[in-house]
């Protein structure tokens, strides 16, 4: 890498050397996280070598990935950090242009995209759609925007995103840019050092909720009216899920209206257990959570992100963050709901999610209900499943913001 862009160390030694003799995992076996693995791909690679000290279910690894990326860690006392991760920019924008058919307004696709174009990198690694299904996830090495482009739109599965990286060692790829979610960022950023690569940009999502395959189809099932027919949907600041259908139309649904005895264990183990929300190990962050609806919110990490934010910054209708309303009792309810695996009636749903729409959290108050929400969920889900876990899976910032709440005894 250049001067002006300081390589960030990995958590591995550049001279390890164990992946040279490795083999990837046979596939469709056990992983080394049984239950709790989320199909990040790196035991589909040679880099399964580290799977001990990379994997995010095995090794809880977030400090000392953040330190190696950032530089450091991010401040607890800083309530922006502490929910948000470390940061040297937060913003909302949308795309001036959007992209149709993107998740959002597509500004991760358009910085692929730029990434190419610029020459900042040699390829892009994202994930397309299976031709037979459109929500199987085919990760990919794309060289160009076409390619990058046909990435575009949420696989709301679990992704092996790094099966690819077996691919780098031929490839002639020397700078590569890689989207991913959060437990694939902890993976990658464990062997970073040891990839043959010159420069690595991370790009990442935030992340949470998602399901097998099979779990998908239960939850559409339950929650939208024409299953067989969703194209795309979104958990959207509304506090409504969006389904956009194959006829166009769409379809919302209120969050409190959902079947939680169904849904409650539709979502994979893994993400049960994970607590990366937020994407911590990303050089830039492009999610929605922390923005009013319709934009989408942007954390810059370090100077990397800044660079990839450069890519497509003049294109952007930019706004501050913004922050409205008070969460904390609307989580503690909801803890207590969940446990009780309360169901209320459409017509009482509507209503709530009326009123919470209106006088709810906004801005970055949503994304720390979102975040709030989660973690209690998890940490409820992981003591009583692993209890023995419990103590060295949470990172200090979820132990933080956990014990905020008052959780229901095991
Ligand atoms: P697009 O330009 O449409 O590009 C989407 C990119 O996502 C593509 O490059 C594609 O390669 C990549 N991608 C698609 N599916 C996957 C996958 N399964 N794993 C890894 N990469 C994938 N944001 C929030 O703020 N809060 C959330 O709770 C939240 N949950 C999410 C859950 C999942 C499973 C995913 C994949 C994303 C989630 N996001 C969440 C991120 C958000 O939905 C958008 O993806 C993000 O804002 C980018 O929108 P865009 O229009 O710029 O993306
Ligand atoms: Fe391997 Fe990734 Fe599964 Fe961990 S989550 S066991 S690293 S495939
Ligand atoms: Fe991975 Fe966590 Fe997303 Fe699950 S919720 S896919 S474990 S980042």
Redesign the pocket.
């Known amino acids: 890498m250049t001067a002006a862009e300081p390589s960030s160390p990995s958590l591995l030694p550049a001279d390890a050397r164990a992946h040279l003799r490795a083999r990837p995992l046979p596939p469709g076996g056990v992983r080394p996280a049984k239950d709790l693995c989320?199909d990040?791909g790196l035991c589909d690679t040679r880099w399964v070598a580290y799977v001990r000290q990379a994997c995010?279910?095995l090794d809880q690894h977030m400090d000392a990935m953040e330190r190696a990326s950032h530089g450091r860690t991010r401040d607890l006392d800083d309530e922006n950090e502490l929910y948000f991760g470390v940061q040297r920019r937060m913003l909302t924008a949308r795309l001036r242009a959007p992209i149709d058919g993107a998740q959002w307004t597509g500004i991760v696709s358009r910085i692929g995209v730029r990434a190419l174009e610029t020459g900042l990198v040699d390829a892009v690694l994202c994930v397309r759609a299976s031709p037979e299904d459109r929500f199987t996830p085919v990760p990919i090495l794309a060289r160009t925007p076409e390619e990058v482009l046909a990435a575009r739109v949420n696989k709301p599965t679990?992704?092996p995103n790094l099966k690819v990286l077996e691919e780098l060692p031929d490839s002639g790829i020397r700078r590569l840019l890689a989207i991913g979610?959060?437990?694939?960022?902890?993976a990658l950023r464990a062997v970073e050092a040891t990839l043959p690569l010159e420069a690595l940009y991370v790009l990442g999502l935030p992340?949470?909720?998602?399901v097998s395959r099979e779990g998908l189809r239960t939850f559409l099932n339950s929650a939208s009216r024409s299953p067989q027919t969703v194209v795309h949907y979104e958990f959207m600041q509304d506090f409504r899920i969006h389904f956009r259908h194959a006829d166009g139309t769409e379809e919302t649904v209120p969050f409190f209206g959902l079947d939680t005895p169904t849904l409650k264990d539709v979502?994979?183990p893994?993400?049960l257990?994970?607590?990366?929300?937020t994407?911590a190990g990303a050089d830039l962050v492009v999610g929605y959570m922390g923005a009013t609806f319709g934009r989408q919110w942007l954390v810059v990490r370090n100077p990397r992100g800044q660079r990839l934010l450069d890519l497509v910054e003049s294109e952007l209708d930019i706004a501050p963050v913004t922050s409205r309303g008070d969460r904390r009792q609307a989580v503690q309810q909801g803890i207590d709901a969940y446990d009780k695996a309360v169901r209320l009636p459409m017509w009482l749903a509507e209503v709530v999610g009326w009123f919470v729409e209106r006088f709810g959290p906004r801005g970055l108050e949503y994304g720390k209900f979102s975040i709030d929400s989660h973690f209690t969920r998890n940490a409820l889900w992981l003591r009583r499943n692993h209890g023995a876990m419990v103590e060295r899976h949470l990172p200090a910032f979820a132990q933080r913001i956990i014990a905020r709440y008052r959780l229901p005894s095991s």
Do not use: E, K, R, T
Request: with cysteine; proline share 0%.
């Open positions: 989320s990040c995010a279910f679990l992704s979610v959060g437990c694939q960022v902890q992340c949470v909720d998602n979502f994979a893994s993400c257990s994970c607590f990366d929300y994407n």
